[in-house]
């Protein structure tokens, strides 16, 4: 049973361009969630998707946007990158009976020069 | 809003001594669950332990245990017997609405 994944594991962009990251869910899992961690930080909630849908969103500004597919996976897109992207990003994934366990993947590092 | 914090940023402790990791949160919910998570170096966030609440029995899993008190909205966590192993970051949570609220992480270091 694979756990959740993410995509691609390493990102060097530069500043003003866009990015594009990636996070297929745990088997039987529909609800997706995106968490922003800076260096020596804790994770901080982006937003969340369920049935397509974004459900909830943290305080982040709208250059951060995502989406979910029919299969349950999702994208977390950023615009006119800031130096302060910079960061690991996790993708979780929730389902089943256990609605609060949230399972992380490995994460994409993000840079941004 | 929610709010947890760890004090303690950084602990180092010599192998077979107990750790225990402060956490104190913030929330007006009532129903709400308490987290903690380990982060090794790889990154990948590992769970560990879960608590509602409403259960404020403390437990033993192993070599985990936890103090939860509503009273003081703390959430501590102590391994006992400490490995080389456990040397990684550990981070308090809050689910409330489904979503987690992190604190700071404390980096435990264990030093054989």
């Known amino acids: 049973d694979a756990g959740v994944t993410q995509s691609p594991t390493h990102l060097i962009k530069t500043r003003g361009q866009q990015v594009t990251l990636r996070c297929s869910p745990k088997?039987?899992?529909?609800?997706v969630s995106w968490y922003q961690q800076a260096l020596g930080q804790g994770p901080q909630f982006i937003f969340q998707?369920?049935?397509?849908?974004?459900?909830q969103r943290g305080n982040f500004p709208d250059r951060f946007s995502g989406h979910q597919f029919p299969n349950y996976s999702s994208e977390l897109n950023v615009n006119a990158l800031l130096l302060g992207d910079s960061a690991l990003y996790l993708c979780?994934?929730?389902?089943?009976?256990?609605?609060?366990?949230?399972?992380f993947g490995p994460g994409t590092r993000l840079t941004v020069l | 809003a929610q709010k947890v914090t760890q004090a303690q940023t950084e602990i180092s402790v010599v192998e077979k001594e107990d750790v225990t990791l402060d956490c104190v949160y913030e929330?007006?919910?009532?129903?709400?669950?308490l987290f903690w998570y380990k982060q090794p170096p790889s990154g990948e966030l590992v769970f560990l332990i879960r608590?509602?609440?409403?259960?404020?029995q403390n437990e033993i899993s192993g070599r985990y245990s936890w103090n939860f008190q509503k009273s003081t909205s703390s959430f501590n966590f102590t391994i006992t017997a400490s490995q080389v192993v456990d040397s990684a970051v550990y981070f308090c949570?809050?689910?409330?609405?489904?979503?987690?609220?992190f604190g700071a992480g404390t980096t435990v270091t264990v030093r054989a």
């Open positions: 979780a994934s929730t389902g089943g009976t256990i609605y609060n366990e949230q399972f």
């Open positions: 088997s039987g899992h529909d609800t």
């Open positions: 998707y369920y049935e397509e849908e974004e459900r």
């Open positions: 929330t007006r919910d009532t129903t709400y669950y």
């Open positions: 608590r509602n609440s409403f259960d404020e």
């Open positions: 949570a809050l689910w409330v609405d489904y979503k987690l609220s």
